[in-house]
C-alpha cells in the first residue's frame, strides 16, 4: 500500500478497536495511536473477552479489524507493521500475544469466531491458534508493543476445564473432541475472495513465526500433529453465516445461571394462585421469596438452616429443616389426604437419582393440572455436570417421561442451565370434555 504521513493513506480500509472495562482505562491507549483515530468499546459486562472480541469484529465496517486492551500502548508504526504483516499472508497477526492483534474479517469467514464457551478470559486465545493450525493458516506473534503487566480483569477458573474438554493435548498431537459452536453474527460476504481457496489468501501454517524465547501461545502447538478431527465438514461460506447459534448456547454466562427461573416461577404463581406450594432446596430463599406472595401455604425443605426472615416475612411458610425423604414419609405422607399440591418447585440434591426419587414424593400429591418445575436440566456445556453445579440433572426428565410420560406432560427449556415443567394430567383434555 501507498503510504503518507508515515502511515497507510488508505486510512478507512481498516478499523482500530480499544476494548476496555471503563470509558478512563482507554485513555492512554489512544494517545499512544494518535494520530491514528480509535473506536472504544465499554465491556464491563461482558461474560468473556471472546465475546468481546467478536463484538468487536462483527461491529467492524472495516474487512480489517485492528483490536487493543488497556494494557498495550500501540503507536501508529505498530498498527503499519500488522496492516504489512496481514498484506504479507497472516491469518491473525499479535504484536502482543492477543492483547493488540489484526485480522481481517475473511478469516473469520473461514474458520468461524472466536469460542464463547469459554467462560471469562483465558485458554479462549489457546484455541484460536490451533484452530488456525487445523484450518492451515499462518499465525504471527511477537511482543515487540508495549504492554503494561497486572492482574487480569477476566475470571479463568473454568477456562482450562473448558479447553480440555474440547481437546486433548498431548507431547505430540493434539486432537479435536469437540465441534466449535456457531454464533449468530453476520459478517456478509466479501465477492472479492468468496471463490478465492484459502492457500491463495493466507499463507500455511508451517509460515508462521513466534518468538521462542518468549511466553507464546504458539509454541506449545507449533510442531504437533492435529488427529482424528472431528470437526464438521466446511460449510459453505453463504451457509456459514446465515447458520444461526443453537438456542441453548446463546448468552452463555457468566453469570453461570443465565435464565432468571425465580421470575419464571413468579410468572406462573401469579397465574395459579397456588392454595399449596412445595419447594424442595432453599438456599437464600431466592425463588421462594418470588412465589410465596401469591400462595395460600408454602412448605420450605432444606437440610440446611435458613435466614429467619423468611419465616417472618411469609406467615404462611412453614420450613422444614430436614432431608426431602424425611419430608415426604414423615410430614407430606400424614398431614395431606389428597392431591392437593398444584405448584413445586425441586432444586435440593442435583444427583439424579435422588431428584427423580424427589418427584416421585410429590408426584402422587400434586393435583391435576398441577405443575413440577425442575431445575438444572439442560446444562449447556460438560462442565455445567460437574457434582457442585447441575451433576446429571439432565438425566430427569427422560426418567420421568419413560415411566409417567401417560401422567403428565414435560417441556424443557434450553436456556442454562436449564428449566423442566411438568405439568400432571390424568386426563388428555380439559375437564368439561371428557
Not at 479463568?156 to 469437540?178: D, G, H, P, Q, Y
Not at 410430614?331 to 425441586?346: C, E, L, S, T, W
Request: proline share 6%.
Amino acid at each position: 500500500m501507498e503510504k503518507k504521513n508515515g502511515y497507510y493513506k488508505y486510512m478507512n480500509k481498516f478499523s482500530i478497536t480499544v476494548a476496555v472495562r471503563d470509558g478512563e482505562m482507554s485513555i492512554p491507549v489512544l494517545k499512544s495511536l494518535h494520530p491514528l483515530r480509535a473506536d472504544v468499546l465499554i465491556g464491563k459486562d461482558y461474560p468473556s473477552f471472546s465475546k468481546l472480541v467478536n463484538t468487536v469484529i462483527n461491529n467492524s465496517k472495516e474487512e480489517i479489524v485492528i483490536f487493543c486492551s488497556h494494557r498495550v500502548r500501540p503507536t501508529p508504526s505498530d498498527v503499519e507493521r500488522i496492516l504489512e504483516l496481514l498484506n504479507a499472508g497472516y491469518g491473525l497477526v499479535g504484536l502482543y500475544r492477543f492483547a493488540f492483534f489484526g485480522l481481517k474479517k475473511e478469516l473469520i469467514r473461514r474458520i468461524g469466531f472466536m469460542d464463547e464457551t469459554f467462560i471469562g478470559g483465558e485458554y479462549e486465545d489457546n484455541d484460536f491458534v490451533i484452530r488456525l493450525k487445523e484450518s492451515d493458516m499462518a499465525y504471527y506473534e511477537d511482543h515487540s508493543v508495549e504492554y503494561h503487566h497486572g492482574i487480569s480483569t477476566w475470571n479463568n477458573s473454568k477456562t482450562l476445564a473448558i479447553f480440555n474438554s474440547k481437546w486433548e493435548v498431548t507431547a505430540t498431537t493434539i486432537k479435536r473432541l469437540k465441534n466449535d459452536p456457531l454464533f449468530d453474527y453476520d459478517l456478509g460476504i466479501n465477492s472479492d475472495l468468496a471463490s478465492i481457496e484459502t492457500n491463495k489468501i493466507f499463507l500455511s501454517w508451517d509460515k508462521s513465526c513466534y518468538d521462542p524465547n518468549g511466553c507464546s501461545t504458539i509454541k506449545n502447538y507449533f510442531d504437533k500433529q492435529i488427529i482424528n478431527i472431528s470437526k464438521s465438514p466446511p460449510l459453505k461460506l453463504l451457509e456459514q453465516n446465515v447458520r444461526p447459534t443453537p438456542i441453548h448456547l446463546r448468552n452463555i454466562p457468566p453469570p453461570l445461571e443465565t435464565f432468571n427461573h425465580p421470575s419464571m416461577l413468579e410468572f406462573f404463581a401469579k397465574w395459579l394462585r397456588p392454595t399449596f406450594y412445595v419447594e424442595f432446596g432453599i438456599r437464600e430463599g431466592t425463588s421462594l421469596s418470588a412465589v410465596a406472595p401469591f400462595c395460600a401455604k408454602v412448605h420450605g425443605v432444606d437440610i440446611n438452616p435458613i435466614n429467619s426472615s423468611l419465616t417472618e416475612k411469609f406467615n404462611q411458610f412453614i420450613f422444614y429443616q430436614m432431608t426431602t425423604d424425611d419430608y415426604v414419609s414423615n410430614v407430606i405422607g400424614k398431614i395431606i389426604p389428597r392431591p392437593i399440591i398444584d405448584m413445586a418447585f425441586i432444586d435440593a440434591c442435583h444427583e439424579s437419582n435422588q431428584v427423580f426419587k424427589d418427584f416421585e414424593g410429590l408426584f402422587p400429591y400434586v393435583m391435576e393440572d398441577g405443575f413440577i418445575f425442575l431445575h438444572d436440566t439442560y446444562p449447556y456445556d460438560k462442565i455445567m455436570t460437574a457434582p457442585d453445579m447441575c451433576n446429571d440433572c439432565y438425566k430427569v426428565p427422560l426418567m420421568i417421561k419413560e415411566k409417567y410420560g401417560n401422567m403428565c406432560e414435560l417441556l424443557t427449556l434450553p436456556f442454562n442451565p436449564g428449566l423442566t415443567i411438568v405439568k400432571k394430567k390424568i386426563n388428555p383434555l380439559p375437564a368439561f370434555l371428557n
